[in-house]
């Protein structure tokens, strides 16, 4: 590997750590008044895109009073990202980070939101962000084409990696064919594994989350959650962009200077930017249940009789998965 691709901060550890079991913490080594100064900017962030409605966005559950905005979506943009954020990035290198971690020369970022929810506890579903043959799944991690990366500017602690041991064709896999995979990510309520089947992450403050997407992996917080999340691959691009507070490369859509339309149709003709929601805020109807929901769980009573009953669910309980019924409650565990 070339010199200008060895980032010390990146140990041996780190990669013995992602290549066996798929995930790894970074140190950042940022001062603090710059990591202050960046949290700062991701809340001033928050605010604006509420105040003044932008979009692209996520809104997952959100509720009667408070604005819940889960995801700010396009965050480089400059109608929304500010000096403090953009200084971070400067400072941060994240580009030479996935340089030295993934060997590769030119590390292009395809897929970057700003995870921004309220004070709620959150839990969403066990997903893959990256396909591949499932065969290869209990092979060395390095060997993937994509790596996810989290940032964390604030202390955050839930998020679930499945360990490999428990993954398709582990030791102990509780992810016995691909049928079983398919039900785990289609499942239209949030599952739990048993809990010595994977690792929940303690992001502490100024610290990067490398790890596998193919990994089963699952959304998880409680409390405010304000963190970048960001896919990269290895680009063969000559022309790549670039914003210039940051070391590596980005598709189109992702540039500051991208000029983009809330217009559905006018949207629809950009393929990058056509999967790119931009969510409206949910009805007052269901605004009010969601709630209601997080105290009561009248909401979720109804539901989890019914999916319980489900052949999928009688399945997937033979291999440990049970309904979390207090995700997403004041309750969740």
């Not at 995801?71 to 400059?78: M, Q, V």
């Not at 995870?115 to 396909?131: A, Q």
């Not at 290895?234 to 200077?257: A, T």
Request: proline share 3%; hydrophobic share 35%.
């Amino acid at each position: 590997m070339e010199d200008n691709l060895i980032d010390l901060r990146i140990s041996k550890e780190n990669k013995i750590e992602f290549n066996t079991r798929g995930w790894t913490l970074v140190d950042l080594r940022l001062k603090d008044d710059l990591i202050k100064n960046a949290a700062s900017g991701l809340r001033m962030m928050k605010y604006n895109s509420i105040k003044n409605d932008f979009r692209p966005r996520r809104i997952y559950y959100d509720h009667l009073i408070t604005n819940n905005l889960a995801a700010i979506e396009l965050p480089f943009n400059r109608q929304i990202c500010n000096d403090r954020v953009k200084n971070f990035f400067k400072e941060a290198k994240i580009g030479s980070l996935v340089k030295t971690l993934m060997g590769w020369n030119n590390p292009c970022c395809d897929l970057a939101r700003l995870f921004c929810m309220g004070k709620y506890n959150y839990r969403g579903n066990w997903h893959r962000d990256y396909s591949e043959d499932l065969e290869k799944i209990q092979l060395n991690s390095e060997i993937r084409k994509v790596v996810l990366v989290g940032i964390y500017l604030i202390p955050q602690s839930g998020f679930r990696i499945l360990k490999k041991n428990y993954e398709f064709n582990g030791k102990s896999s509780i992810v016995r064919n691909k049928k079983i995979d398919n039900l785990i990510r289609t499942f239209p309520f949030p599952l739990s594994p048993p809990e010595n089947a994977y690792n929940c992450i303690e992001g502490k403050i100024g610290t990067a989350l490398f790890f596998d997407p193919f990994l089963l992996h699952q959304g998880s917080n409680f409390g405010e959650r304000l963190d970048f999340h960001m896919k990269f691959c290895n680009s063969y691009e000559k022309n790549d962009k670039k914003n210039n507070f940051q070391d590596f490369s980005v598709i189109n859509i992702l540039h500051e200077d991208y000029n983009f339309s809330s217009d559905n149709s006018r949207r629809m003709k950009d393929k990058a930017l056509s999967k790119i929601p931009f969510t409206r805020r949910s009805s007052i109807f269901e605004r009010f249940y969601n709630s209601i929901d997080y105290r009561i769980f009248l909401k979720r009573i109804l539901k989890t009789s019914i999916l319980t009953k489900n052949e999928s669910y009688n399945i997937l309980k033979k291999q440990g998965w049970e309904i979390d019924f207090f995700s997403n409650t004041f309750m969740q565990k």
